[in-house]
């Protein structure tokens, strides 16, 4: 059984950097796309930046510009790096997968636990 496992989180002053990985617990054959969702205290999980199965790289209008989502595909692993972290930025961040385990798999969805991110003076 395929987990996710997120790190990276953590706490940081206004300006600061932080990379969240997303990492598969064990050998897949492909990651075909990934999300990364957040969930500010109090609100809605909310979309965050993402790419496609066609390689497109797309971000929520609030984080362009300082996030860039990649992926390491030797590492089954996606990131997302934060840079210029504003207090807004604060939430809950959960990666979602969706991931071929093996060449002859259908392709699945997965979740991370989730990490928290505090921007905060």
């Known amino acids: 059984q395929v987990q996710l496992v997120e790190s990276g989180g953590g706490l940081v002053q206004p300006g600061g950097s932080l990379r969240l990985s997303c990492a598969a617990s064990?050998?897949?054959?492909?990651?075909?796309?990934a999300v990364w969702y957040r969930q500010p205290p109090g609100k809605q999980r909310e979309w965050v930046a993402a790419?496609?199965?066609?390689?497109?790289?797309n971000y929520a209008d609030s984080v362009k510009g300082r996030f860039a989502i990649s992926r390491d595909n030797a590492q089954d692993t996606v990131y997302l790096q934060m840079d210029n972290l504003k207090p807004e930025d604060t939430a809950v961040y959960y990666c979602n997968l969706e991931i071929r385990v093996s060449v002859c798999g259908r392709k699945q969805s997965y979740w991370g636990q989730g990490t928290q991110v505090t921007v905060s003076s």
């Open positions: 064990t050998t897949i054959y492909s990651i075909n796309a």
């Open positions: 790419f496609t199965s066609g390689g497109a790289t």
